[in-house]
């Protein structure tokens, strides 16, 4: 069974569109996660989700929501998509919000927008 | 504020010894190091841990001096499917839990 699950692995869509992401994981963690993996390979926290509450919001764009409907799953909503909004985005999750805890990742969701 | 550098890119034999420095020199006693490996189309993968002096586990050993402003990933005997990109990781105790990626360093193993 996939630890930590993404869909879709990939998505195309055009400019101004709102898209979402979906991710969970089955590993009984309490913290989950979101990033974003640019063209070079950069990787950047946007949000983390402690038992379904909001934890740490980077500088992200408003047009990015996360939603947590229980503590297995949390979600990613994209309003009016941007050109630079394309990137890798992966979801993450780990026993508990303190920092000695390692983070299981899924395998990413690839955003294109055109 | 709280930074990693690490090199962007290095090469290594098969058999070799490779040793990644990370730089962080803004960071507190409780903020733990992390190294992660990802190949490509996969998400990171946890590879070793650690806040002072050293770790060592089956695949790495992490070593950290006393003033904490690098540590070290070594790698001992790298093999073909050691290629990847190793980040170092900050997690800042003291600011929340935030959490600091370096760039990534892409390591090549070479036959």
């Known amino acids: 069974d996939t630890a930590v699950s993404q869909t879709p692995k990939y998505l195309v869509t055009q400019m101004g569109n709102d898209k979402s992401i979906k991710c969970e994981q089955n590993l009984g963690h309490d913290t989950m996660y979101w990033y974003k993996q640019d063209s070079k390979k950069f990787l950047k926290i946007m949000f983390s989700?402690?038992?379904?509450?909001?934890?740490i919001n980077e500088t992200v764009p408003n047009r990015f929501s996360p939603k947590s409907p229980d503590k297995a799953h949390l979600n990613l909503h994209i309003n009016s998509l941007e050109l630079g909004d394309s990137a890798v985005y992966f979801c993450?999750?780990?026993?508990?919000?303190?920092?000695?805890?390692?983070?299981?990742f899924g395998p990413g969701t690839r955003l294109t927008v055109t | 504020l709280a930074k990693t550098t690490q090199p962007i890119s290095m090469d290594s034999y098969e058999g070799q010894e490779v040793n990644i420095t990370c730089s962080h020199n803004?960071?507190?006693?409780?903020?733990?190091i992390t190294w992660y490996q990802q190949f490509p189309s996969q998400g990171p993968r946890f590879i070793i841990q650690g806040y002072k002096t050293k770790v060592t586990n089956e695949v790495a050993s992490l070593f950290i001096p006393a003033d904490r402003k690098s540590s070290t990933l070594s790698l001992p005997r790298v093999s073909l499917s050691d290629t990847a990109v190793y980040y170092c990781?900050?997690?800042?105790?003291?600011?929340?839990?935030?959490?600091?990626f370096g760039q990534g360093t892409e390591l090549s193993v070479k036959p």
């Open positions: 990781l900050v997690s800042l105790y003291n600011q929340g839990g935030k959490l600091i």
């Open positions: 989700y402690n038992n379904k509450e909001l934890i």
């Open positions: 993450a999750s780990s026993q508990a919000s303190q920092a000695a805890y390692e983070q299981y």
């Open positions: 803004n960071i507190a006693t409780n903020d733990y």
